[in-house]
């Protein structure tokens, strides 16, 4: 198993090699697995699945210790890097996020996000001047710890719908380009975009740029090719595979319980399939 520096070496020199970086985001150790044996070089966790799957709601409901035990283990079990969703840094002030990037690290990630949404204040977005202190902060912390830590600085006007289109744009080019020269490796613009938009995003932020391939509950709109031509540089998916496996555990236990029916084996996993996938994995690991 690659070390910690490895990984995040790894992780880091993508952002500035060709190619597009696509990053499925996994929720517990077995969807990990599946996610690295099917030949991603990195995979992302998401905080609303993990969430989910601890039968609570999104936006920081769980503690930040259990959220950095759970991608813990998950970074440990694969050999590829991980970065995870450790949402809004789990604190107001600037010393909360540089301490939660540091027990990134000390928990074997390659990288975070960190998002400027007032998780506990609704549809707020943190100060411009404090967002940008918070991943100044974070960026430090991990020149301090010696690891090329990926942060991927997340900005919600988008998702917030702060206000009409312009204003959401320009407020969401302003602080990505902000965060960015704070220090941040990449920007994460959630939302759901046209592709004129992603374009323009892409051309007016001066780095990297990370936005969801998916929303739950929507169709995806564009391709892995088609979001390359548009110049974005990450897509990452969310949550939205977890409630998608969410919504057909709930559609084939309706049937279960309506028809009488078990109709639900296409696809599965066969007993054998996954003990030998998880075997594999487990003496990667070992």
């Known amino acids: ?6 990984k995040a070496k790894r992780f880091s020199a993508m952002h500035s090699a060709p190619g597009i970086i696509v990053l499925p985001n996994a929720w517990d150790i ?15 966790t998401t905080s609303a699945g993990v969430a989910f799957a601890h039968g609570l ?5 769980i503690t930040k210790e259990k959220m950095l035990e759970i991608v813990a283990a998950i970074a440990a079990a694969v050999p590829v890097p991980v970065t995870a969703d450790l949402e809004a840094g789990y604190g107001p002030k600037p010393e ?3 301490r939660t ?7 074997g990630l390659a990288g975070c996000n960190i998002e400027d949404t007032l998780n506990r204040g609704g549809k707020k977005l943190y100060g411009f001047e404090a967002a940008v202190d918070r991943i100044r902060a974070g960026a430090e912390a991990a020149k301090k710890a010696g690891v090329k830590f990926v942060l991927n600085a997340r900005t919600d006007a988008y998702l917030m719908q702060l206000g009409n289109a312009k204003t959401n744009f320009a407020e969401s080019v302003k602080r990505a380009n902000a965060y960015l020269a704070a220090g941040a490796t990449s920007a994460f613009v959630p939302g759901a975009l046209d592709a004129d938009t992603i374009r323009q995003l892409a051309h007016e932020i001066d780095g990297p740029m990370n936005v969801l391939g998916a929303l739950g509950g929507r169709p995806a709109p564009y391709t892995v090719a088609e979001l390359e ?21 709930r559609r084939m236990v309706g049937e279960i319980r309506k028809k009488g029916t078990f109709d639900y084996h296409a696809g599965a996993f066969s007993h054998a399939d996954a003990t030998d996938l998880f075997e594999k ?5 070992n």
């Open 1 to 6: 198993m690659p070390s910690l520096k490895q």
């Open 30 to 44: 077995g969807s990990a697995v599946v996610m690295a044996d099917a030949g991603f070089p990195a995979i992302a």
């Open 57 to 61: 709601p999104d936006g920081e409901r």
């Open 96 to 98: 909360h996020v540089a």
């Open 101 to 107: 990037i540091k027990d990134a690290i000390d928990a």
């Open 229 to 249: 031509s548009f110049g974005v540089k990450r897509i990452s998916i969310g949550g939205s595979l977890a409630s998608a496996a969410l919504g057909f555990v």
């Open 281 to 285: 994995y487990a003496k990667k690991k």
